[in-house]
């Protein structure tokens, strides 16, 4: 499973397109394979959006979101778990368990 995560320090980004890096990781079996940083310079919202879809991914996770946004991602497929407040390990350990969803706040 290809999971895309919005970052920023270390936290998930407030809004999506506020994020600094995107955390592109693949899942199996509630183990992560493999995790890579990809640093984000000055993209504007609709180029954010090209970007994740591009990259196929399964799962978004990520802060606030426009509601535009929601409808374009969610009609290719991705499953995106939004509104979600906190660091990014304690909410991809959350993920994990299979106990994530969109508006949670992990501390």
Do not use: T
């Amino acid at each position: 499973m290809h999971v895309v995560v919005c970052a920023r320090n270390g936290r998930i980004a407030p809004k999506y397109y506020d994020a600094a890096q995107l955390l592109s990781l693949i899942v199996e079996n509630g183990a992560i394979l493999n995790r890579e940083v990809i640093a984000l310079e000055a993209l504007n919202p609709d180029e954010l959006c090209s970007l994740v879809l591009h990259m196929n991914a399964d799962v978004i996770i990520c802060g606030g979101i426009r509601k535009d946004y929601q409808d374009k991602l969610n009609r290719s497929s991705v499953q995106l778990i939004y509104n979600v407040i906190g660091n990014v390990d304690d909410v991809l350990k959350r993920f994990m368990e299979g106990n994530l969803s969109s508006g949670d706040i992990v501390n």
